[in-house]
């Protein structure tokens, strides 16, 4: 029973972990090279790591979705997606894609001539199965090596676990007080009935060795 208990434990606290992971916003320090536009298909599972800002996007089966290029300071690629979040999950309620494409082709640059930008997203990239982060925010920086404090996940995740601490410690205090006496009770029960039952065996064997003797 204890393994059921500590493996329910770690797939539910894993799934957290595996959502905040995804949905809490993520910075890189990197170069735009090119901003380019290509239709993608719906309608397979990895559906789910594409927007939805509209009703009528749930039926669709392919749409066009606006892509950023860029460079990391140590040479390695990463593509970045540009959509509009909408009201849906996560809640950045991104609604300037038009705007966040006209910055990126603005901060486009060169090796030789690098313009370094901060790039808010949120989401993995995945070149197996064609998953992008989305592209939340760009921001000008002065080089490479700037030095980013992810202010809103710190307070973010503070404020989570003191959440969960607190609930924690509530349902401590309400099991301790409301269900263990009565879990107690029952188990205090059980062992009567167990008990009582057991005395009325030894009385019933005691009954048919009287009558052996006679």
Do not use: C
Not at 193 to 202: F, T
Request: net charge neutral; glycine share 4%; no cysteine.
């Amino acid at each position: 029973m204890a393994y059921v208990k500590w493996a329910f434990i770690i797939i539910f606290w894993g799934t957290i972990a595996v959502i905040l992971q995804y949905s809490l916003p993520q910075h890189d320090v990197v170069r735009i090279v090119n901003t380019y536009e290509e239709r993608q298909d719906l309608t397979d599972w990895t559906r789910i790591f594409w927007s939805e800002p509209e009703d009528q996007s749930t039926s669709l089966s392919n749409r066009d979705v606006q892509f950023i290029q860029a460079v990391r300071a140590n040479g390695k690629p990463i593509v970045y997606r540009n959509e509009d979040t909408g009201w849906g999950w996560p809640p950045y309620f991104k609604f300037d894609t038009a705007n966040l494409y006209t910055e990126a082709n603005d901060a486009k640059s060169t090796k030789e001539n690098p313009d370094w930008v901060v790039v808010t997203h949120y989401g993995w990239r995945n070149e197996f199965m064609s998953i992008f982060p989305n592209a939340i925010f760009i921001r000008h920086v002065d080089g490479p090596d700037v030095r980013i404090i992810p202010w809103f996940n710190i307070i973010f995740l503070t404020i989570f676990a003191a959440l969960v601490w607190a609930i924690w410690v509530r349902w401590r205090r309400f099991r301790q007080k409301k269900i263990d006496p009565v879990l107690e009770n029952m188990e205090d029960g059980l062992y009567a009935a167990s008990d009582a039952i057991d005395e009325k065996r030894k009385g019933l064997r005691r009954w048919l060795d009287s009558w052996k003797s006679k």
